[in-house]
């Protein structure tokens, strides 16, 4: 009886969602390389054209659509005599400044055949990452959207070097979605949603709805794509629905083939439900844009009151200090294990912090002013990970 209420409940929730879909307004739809590129590595035409039809389709319904696509570097391959997909940095950046070029080529020209305009913005980690310059991003997606032109985002390859480099557009494409405040992310990947495991083995079954992390354990979330040109697998699409739905966004993922299907609410793919309230924006920037500039050590008393009793962290709390961070960085607090528990605000320079360690506040007054009772994160600029 229990477990009729509970499926009862279950269903009503998953139409819900999949209402909310059909209604949404502000869609972000990200295409990964796989979906777009042949076989042979070149652009697949075809391909590209029946997702500009999907979304052309969109916005002739008054929704607002920013596409996110990969693809550049893939695109490059086949011009370049590249056999297959780069290892190295400076080589993926010139395939990818072959193929962009390609890429937006082909959307306009198809969009275009849709009477609509374009516009790509190309982003780095930086410019979603830092307040200045995520507002500017916002600005110009937002002004696109007013002049209904559809901005095409993907990653500025050729600038970005290996440590500010997203390297997968699946996480650029949950933070632009937070960025524009969109009302649903579509994740279009060459496999047509999430399995229990890799789906080419057999026995996996298809996930239908991920409610909470509950639903992801046991599942084998690979890395790898089968067509070789995909850079994070599974793993990154997975972080991106976590980003996504803790800023309370819906996400479907699914193959760019059931896009149209998707968009129209069947139940084809993997919805990830989002987290009811959207959480205050400069925590969920601090969680999911941020580089930790350093790392704090806590011994198990300070995780505990940090991760348990959402307090302050403060000096006597920590063991150890690496990194080169100034006051108001971002840096992550690690437990013995050195795994990640919380990342705040740091207010202490890492030159001072190690001569205040194992103090108590009390004592750091005393001897050195009142100005060293602050805490070293204050909980307001915490956020657990
Ligand atoms: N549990 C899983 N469910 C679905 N696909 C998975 C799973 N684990 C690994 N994969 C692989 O992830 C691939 C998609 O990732 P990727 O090739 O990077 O795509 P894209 O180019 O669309 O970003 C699929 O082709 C599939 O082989
Ligand atoms: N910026 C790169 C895409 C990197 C990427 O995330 O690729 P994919 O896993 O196919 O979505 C490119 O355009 O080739």
């Given at each position: 009886m229990g477990c009729a209420r509970d499926l009862a409940r279950a269903t009503a929730q998953n139409g819900r969602v999949r209402e909310a879909v059909t209604a949404a307004r502000r869609i972000v739809v990200k295409v990964g390389s796989s979906s777009l590129t042949t076989a042979a590595g070149g652009l697949d035409t075809g391909r590209v054209d029946n997702l500009t039809g999907v979304l052309a389709g969109l916005v002739a319904d008054g929704r607002e659509v920013v596409l996110v696509s990969s693809g550049a570097i893939a695109a490059g391959l086949a011009p370049l005599g590249l056999a297959r997909r780069p290892r190295d940095l400076a080589t993926q950046q010139a395939a990818a400044s072959v193929g962009q070029g390609l890429l937006i080529g082909h959307y306009a020209a198809s969009f275009a055949r849709h009477g609509l305009t374009v516009g790509q913005v190309l982003l780095t980690v930086d410019d979603v990452t830092r307040r200045a310059h995520y507002r500017n991003a916002f600005r110009t997606l937002r002004k696109l959207l007013d002049l209904r032109a559809v901005p095409i985002v993907n990653e500025n390859?050729?600038?970005?070097?290996d440590e500010i480099?997203?390297?997968?557009n699946d996480r650029l494409a949950a933070l632009v979605a937070a960025l524009v405040d969109a009302d649903l992310l579509v994740l279009l990947s060459d496999v047509d949603a999430l399995y229990t495991g890799d789906p080419t083995r057999p026995g996996t079954t298809r996930i239908t709805d991920v409610h909470s992390e509950a639903d992801l354990a046991g599942i084998a979330i690979g890395r790898a794509g089968k067509a070789g040109v995909g850079t994070g697998g599974m793993v990154t699409k997975v972080e991106a629905a976590r980003i996504a739905t803790g800023a309370s966004i819906p996400v479907v993922l699914t193959g760019a083939p059931l896009a149209a299907a998707a968009l129209a609410g069947e139940p084809v793919g993997t919805l990830f439900h989002p987290v009811p309230q959207r959480p205050a924006a400069r925590l969920f920037w601090l969680a999911h844009a941020t580089s930790p500039r350093g790392r704090l050590h806590l011994d198990s008393g300070a995780v505990q009151a940090v991760v348990a009793r959402r307090k302050s962290l403060l000096p006597?709390?920590?063991t150890a200090v690496d990194g080169a961070f100034t006051a108001g960085d971002p840096v992550d607090l690690v437990d013995d294990s050195g795994a990640p528990v919380a990342r705040g605000l740091v207010n202490y320079d890492a030159v001072e912090l190690p001569a205040l360690l194992g103090r108590s506040t009390v004592e750091l007054a005393a001897a050195l002013g009142p100005a060293y009772e602050r805490e070293v994160v204050h909980r307001d600029d915490l956020v657990l990970l």
């Open positions: 390859d050729t600038v970005a070097t480099r997203f390297g997968d006597a709390g920590i």
